[in-house]
């Protein structure tokens, strides 16, 4: 089993950044993919942006420039650095981790944005 506990959320002004965490735990192997996704009211989870344990990442369009992910193997988690956030950023952010055919999701953190 593997548990991801997302944090760093919380509600903040247009324009201003966060970082969000995402910490796995449990049996975790070397090869997996980790991903950020967003659910915003009312409308589907959308991919935000992967990252594969050998570093190689990929964003949605509507995110590339102003996120940016990152994770630490050693310490089994993962990161999304949010720039110049936006009212339309406002969702629950979920991780979520990819290995062997299973894929495992955090409970989310919400993020909101104020104009």
């Known amino acids: 089993q593997v548990q991801l506990v997302e944090s760093g959320g919380g509600l903040v002004q247009a324009g201003q950044s966060l970082r969000l965490s995402c910490a796995a735990s449990?049996?975790?192997?070397?090869?997996?993919?980790m991903t950020w996704y967003r659910e915003a009211p009312g409308k589907q989870r959308e991919l935000v942006a992967s990252i594969a344990n050998g570093g190689a990442t990929n964003y949605a369009d509507s995110v590339r420039g102003r996120f940016t992910i990152s994770r630490d193997n050693a310490k089994n988690t993962m990161y999304l650095q949010i720039n110049s956030l936006k009212p339309e950023d406002t969702a629950v952010y979920y991780c979520?981790?990819?290995?062997?055919?299973?894929?495992?999701w955090g409970q989310g953190t919400q993020v909101t944005v104020s104009s």
């Open positions: 449990g049996n975790i192997f070397s090869f997996n993919l």
């Open positions: 979520a981790l990819l290995q062997r055919g299973k894929s495992y």
